[in-house]
């Protein structure tokens, strides 16, 4: 059975960092093509990075060197390093399986709160 688990969100003040992680059995991430994307209050679904099973890595303009996606193949879980963090980034961060949404399989996502 095909499962992701997303952890990591929380609360945080505006120039502060999180480290979100995506748990998956069922399937291994190292030969599957990944992703994160995030919903906002209101808004849809916005793709936000994705790595390939060959390690390439894509993000879109608006986290653009702030954030930073990997795989541990190990653990079997794709995370986002996520810096500088401003409140426009709160939303429900979500990780699924492809390069973008919509998802076939995601997880139940984890939200992020960036806030003074």
């Known amino acids: 059975e095909v499962r992701l688990v997303e952890s990591g969100g929380g609360f945080v003040q505006p120039g502060g960092s999180l480290r979100l992680s995506c748990a998956a059995s069922g399937f291994s991430v190292s030969s599957s093509q990944m992703s994160w994307a995030r919903q906002a209050p209101g808004k849809g679904l916005e793709w936000v990075s994705n790595?390939?099973?060959?390690?390439?890595?894509y993000y879109a303009d608006p986290i653009r060197g702030r954030f930073a996606i990997s795989r541990d193949n190990a653990k079997n879980t794709v995370n986002l390093q996520m810096n500088s963090l401003r409140p426009d980034d709160t939303a429900v961060y979500y990780c699924g399986i492809g390069a973008a949404p919509p998802y076939t399989y995601r997880g139940q996502g984890t939200q992020v709160t960036v806030s003074s």
């Open positions: 790595i390939y099973s060959d390690g390439s890595t």
